[in-house]
């Protein structure tokens, strides 16, 4: 059974900078950050399979990065510069076959994490 439980949200202010947890008990194929502002769509924010490949929307590249520490069995998600429409609820997935952006694919998920980015 798949368990994703997320840590490091809070407050920042704009340009600064978060990083995100999320410890797994098993690690799934594909992991992914997205994130929802409440009134808004879910969103993928970057996504990595088990080979390491990963890829990041187009909003956040350059700015976040997605890594994985196998032997702490946690997936980060490292956001600099931060800016105000970031303020999000932050969540981690997990889902075996395949690897996109299609959130009702990830029958895994964490109950994410708030991140607030004030200007």
């Known amino acids: 059974q798949v368990q994703l439980v997320e840590s490091g949200g809070g407050s920042v202010q704009s340009g600064g900078s978060l990083r995100l947890s999320c410890a797994y008990s098993?690690?799934?194929?594909?992991m992914a950050w997205f994130r929802q502002a409440p009134g808004d769509e879910r969103e993928g924010v970057a996504l990595?399979?088990?080979?390491?490949?990963?890829r990041d929307a187009e909003s956040v590249k350059g700015r976040f990065t997605i890594s994985l520490d196998s032997a702490k069995n946690t997936l980060y998600l490292l956001m600099n510069n931060l800016r105000s429409n970031d303020t999000s609820m932050y969540y981690c997935?997990?889902?075996?076959?395949?690897?996109?952006?299609?959130?009702?694919?990830?029958?895994?998920w964490g109950q994410g994490t708030q991140v607030t980015v004030s200007s």
């Open positions: 997935s997990g889902r075996e076959t395949g690897c996109n952006w299609h959130s009702p694919d990830f029958p895994y």
């Open positions: 098993v690690r799934p194929y594909c």
């Open positions: 990595m399979d088990s080979v390491g490949r990963s």
